[in-house]
């Protein structure tokens, strides 16, 4: 068993439960510093094909942290409507900024109307809440600025 605790959280799975790396908390911890500037910043990882409803990433506010934007980007983009994420508590409650990708597109950036706030120690995860209606997306790569 590996000494590192970050390590030891590793999980792996697929969704059909068996084979891919899910490894957005140790990822998201190691680029959660944000680069010595005093300012958080957070990136998530969602590997496969996108899933209605699934949270992933992980990352705990060490300062206080006020985000203004979200860019998203994905291997395979959505096709028929657009990939919808919402951030969300550890808990799984909203917490009322969600960022989009277009159908069609591999990239977006999203200005939030009023920055999301978090005192230290709060929890983010990223939910999936709409998929490509033909094509659902997937590889997906969240990062809050």
Same mark, same amino acid.
């Given at each position: 068993?590996?000494?590192?605790?970050?390590?030891?959280?590793?999980?792996?799975?697929?969704?059909?439960?068996?084979?891919?790396?899910?490894?957005?908390?140790?990822?998201?911890?190691?680029?959660?510093?944000?680069?010595?500037?005093?300012?958080?910043?957070?990136?998530?990882?969602?590997?496969?094909?996108?899933?209605?409803?699934?949270?992933?990433?992980?990352?705990?506010?060490?300062?206080?942290?006020?985000?203004?934007?979200?860019?998203?980007?994905?291997?395979?983009?959505?096709?028929?409507? %657009?990939?919808?994420?919402?951030? #969300?508590? +550890? =808990?799984?409650? @909203? !917490?009322?900024?969600?960022?989009?990708?277009? *159908?069609? %597109?591999?990239?977006?950036?999203? #200005?939030? +109307? =009023?920055?999301? @706030? !978090?005192?230290?120690?709060?929890?983010?995860? *990223?939910?999936?809440?709409?998929?490509?209606?033909?094509?659902?997306?997937?590889?997906?790569?969240?990062?809050?600025?």
């Amino acid at each position: 068993m590996p000494s590192d605790p970050l390590l030891r959280d590793l999980t792996v799975f697929d969704s059909e439960g068996t084979r891919w790396a899910v490894i957005q908390r140790w990822l998201t911890q190691i680029v959660s510093t944000g680069g010595g500037t005093g300012k958080d910043f957070a990136t998530m990882f969602f590997v496969g094909s996108a899933i209605l409803n699934n949270a992933f990433g992980y990352f705990k506010a060490v300062n206080t942290t006020n985000w203004t934007r979200a860019q998203l980007s994905c291997q395979t983009p959505p096709i028929g409507s %657009a990939i919808i994420i919402t951030f #969300v508590n +550890g =808990s799984g409650t @909203s !917490l009322g900024v969600t960022a989009t990708i277009a *159908a069609g %597109a591999s990239y977006q950036e999203t #200005v939030f +109307g =009023s920055p999301l @706030s !978090l005192a230290i120690g709060t929890e983010v995860r *990223a939910k999936i809440t709409q998929i490509g209606s033909s094509t659902p997306g997937g590889y997906i790569t969240v990062s809050l600025l």
